[in-house]
């Protein structure tokens, strides 16, 4: 016969299980009250594993439940020829069609910011020239705290589409007047430093624009809403939390070097991984992103961050670079491992925390072979341009389930895909804070 108290207790268990399960599932439903966007500009699926070769670890974003392939065409396409966007068939078997309808990062950024497909250099102007808000700007208005940081220029596309509207993605003096100017951001950081070079060693600029020679003059002279700071030690005491902070947190960071922090500097062989030619005089990716974090984590209101932590992947592959091109990498998957270590020590299960690693398009059209660790691996590009390659997504915490209703096929050789419009939605469902889609 059974035993009606051993039978009782069995039921306590298991509705004390069931009730565990139910408010652990309530906690995983919550808000993202922070919400992270790592990005490395012209990273694809073969970039990732150059890095990872030569390194011999793989990256901690590899280990996130969501992972998913992403499209990346713009409004620029050409939807006669190529009406789906994306074709994995076509994909698979033509080499040609990967090198073309490819997008570039200000249409790329802007698509998975305001959730919009718009043109080839313009950042946030719709096709119609319409201005188009941003999830950035949205979260900022619900009273979230905005941070932008990158490894290029702060007034460049990617981190210039977080909040900027412009027909011209190269009108830099504009863009980053705006990003000073329009409310929404707390945290600034990037390179583009006017008095230094990309060698980190200080420059005069004789031929610089005027509306780029007073920006650049408000900046030094304190004539923004923004603490300044440039020294690589100002940003490890940012990192360690103890630089203090003055006009409300809102922290204005340019490191001393002018268009990357590390893959334009002329010292060293571009061909091969070089630490011991590095710049000393600015901090890594990693550093910067940390010290972004515990300046937006003071604020009550939750933050949300986009962290361009491979901006210059692009650049290297751009010019073929094979040593530049896993340098820079290695700096975002490092960087990415610095902030999920960051989020891990306030929010273990991620229940409040969403956090996204991908790319806005690929560059290159890399093939890559092992060689093992320690040793550059054997890489051919296909292109010095941006392609149509399906690129890959990595999410974890508050929402990232939500990736899953966005799908919109399979790829025989990445699995399922998204469109980059489906981030903003994501991140703007995730945040569940009466934002109208």
């Not at 490819?102 to 959730?115: R, T």
């Not at 003059?217 to 005491?237: C, L, M, R, S, W």
Request: proline share 5%.
């Amino acid at each position: 016969m059974n035993d009606p108290v051993a039978s009782i207790r069995r039921a306590f268990v298991l509705a004390a299980v069931l009730v565990a399960v139910f408010a652990h599932s309530l906690v995983l439903a919550g808000p993202a009250r922070r919400v992270i966007l790592m990005i490395s500009d012209g990273q694809g699926y073969d970039t990732v594993n150059a890095a990872a070769f030569f390194s011999g670890k793989r990256p901690v974003f590899e280990s996130f439940p969501v992972r998913l392939a992403m499209q990346t065409f713009s409004a620029s396409n050409d939807f006669q020829t190529n009406p789906r966007g994306y074709d994995p068939r076509r994909a698979g078997r033509e080499d040609a069609y990967v090198l073309s309808h490819a997008a570039d990062s200000a249409a790329a950024a802007s698509a998975m910011f305001s959730g919009v497909k718009v043109r080839d250099g313009c950042l946030n102007i719709g096709p119609g020239g319409e201005r188009l808000e941003t999830v950035f700007e949205m979260l900022a208005g619900k009273g979230m705290a905005i941070g932008v940081v990158s490894s290029v220029p702060w007034w460049h596309a990617t981190p210039g589409a977080v909040a900027a509207h412009n027909a011209n993605r190269k009108a830099y003096a504009s863009i980053g007047r705006e990003m000073l100017d329009c409310g929404r951001l707390t945290v600034i950081m990037g390179t583009g430093h006017l008095d230094f070079d990309d060698d980190g060693e200080r420059t005069w600029r004789l031929f610089l624009p005027l509306e780029s020679r007073r920006l650049w003059n408000d900046v030094k002279t304190g004539q923004t809403p923004y603490q300044v700071i440039e020294t690589k030690e100002d940003f490890d005491a940012l990192a360690a939390n103890t630089l203090t902070l003055t006009r409300g947190g809102r922290l204005l960071g340019i490191p001393r070097a002018f268009l990357t922090l590390q893959q334009a500097r002329t010292r060293g062989n571009p061909q091969e991984v070089d630490p011991l030619t590095f710049n000393p005089g600015v901090p890594s990716i990693a550093v910067m992103a940390l010290g972004a974090l515990n300046v937006l984590g003071r604020f009550p209101g939750g933050f949300a961050a986009m962290i361009e932590s491979g901006g210059a992947v692009d650049w290297a592959a751009h010019e073929n670079q094979q040593g530049r091109l896993i340098e820079e990498e290695l700096a975002h998957h490092e960087a990415v491992r610095v902030v999920y270590d960051w989020v891990r020590a306030g929010d273990p299960d991620f229940r409040e925390t969403l956090l996204i690693v991908t790319a806005d398009h690929e560059t290159g059209r890399l093939r890559v072979k092992d060689r093992g660790p320690g040793r550059l691996p054997a890489i051919s590009f296909g292109s010095k341009d941006h392609t149509n390659r399906l690129v890959p997504l990595y999410a974890i915490g508050a929402g990232s389930e939500l990736f899953s209703k966005h799908v919109l096929g399979r790829d025989p050789v990445r699995g399922d895909y998204i469109d980059n419009t489906a981030i903003a939605s994501v991140i703007r469902e995730a945040a569940r804070r009466d934002i109208p889609e």
